[in-house]
């Protein structure tokens, strides 16, 4: 099994829907990241977690909610798609001091329609 | 806001030839990271070099940090055609911050 397990790995929703994306993970690692990928963009940061009762906005969190379940859970959220919200999105994990950088899963292609 | 920006953006190369990227950043770090991405797959963490480091190696790859420019390249020698992919160097947005930043990536192809 993967160390950071995201679902769906694909997704067509329409626009005004909710969608929920999850991410699981089971390196034991206290910190989580979703970030977003857009061509030419690179990646950006919606939101972190450094444990269960610490949530943090990124550089692009408008439009986008999380919940971090447990410490091996965290998961996106968006209220109300839109099309621009179009993108491959990743969840990673990471552990401070470790040095060994972050652990990504394999992403979630989200289109809105 | 970008911490990161590679250069070149796309690399075209024969297999057994080096390939060379380069990272410069804007502010401060601690630690310079790259990661390797295949088409539409998750990030994969390749190499990580501290701030007080100048040189690195593991395996194929040579990274190299010079902080005075900064600025970072990564190396690989003797490329295979597995060794298409795009990648990415990301840094830490500023003192004190925990948001990893990634820049736009290099795209590599190795030509068999």
């Known amino acids: 099994d993967a160390d950071v397990t995201q679902t769906p790995r694909n997704r067509i929703t329409k626009t005004g829907k909710r969608i929920m994306l999850e991410c699981s993970q089971t390196k034991g690692h206290d910190r989580m990241y979703w970030y977003r990928q857009d061509p030419g963009l690179g990646l950006r940061l919606i939101y972190y977690?450094?444990?269960?009762?610490?949530?943090n906005k990124g550089e692009i969190s408008d439009g986008y909610s999380v919940s971090r379940q447990a410490q091996a859970k965290f998961s996106l959220s968006l209220e109300s798609a839109i099309p621009n919200q179009t993108a491959l999105y990743f969840c990673?994990?990471?552990?401070?001091?470790?040095?060994?950088?972050?652990?990504f899963g394999s992403g979630t292609r989200l289109t809105v329609v | 806001s970008q911490q990161g920006e590679e250069d070149p953006q796309a690399l075209s190369i024969q297999e057994g030839e080096n390939a060379t990227m380069n990272c410069s950043y804007k502010t401060s770090i601690n630690n310079l990271q790259w990661y390797r991405q295949n088409s539409g797959r998750g990030l994969v963490h390749l190499i990580l070099i501290r701030s007080n480091e100048r040189e690195k190696h593991s395996g194929r790859l040579r990274v190299t940090l010079d902080t005075s420019k900064k600025s970072s390249s990564l190396l690989i020698t003797a490329s295979r055609a597995a060794d298409t992919a795009s990648y990415f160097c990301?840094?830490?947005?500023?003192?004190?911050?925990?948001?990893?930043?990634f820049g736009k990536g290099t795209k590599l192809s190795v030509i068999p």
């Open positions: 990673a994990t990471s552990q401070p001091g470790a040095g060994s950088g972050y652990t």
């Open positions: 990301a840094a830490y947005s500023g003192a004190g911050s925990y948001q990893l930043t």
């Open positions: 977690s450094f444990d269960v009762k610490d949530i």
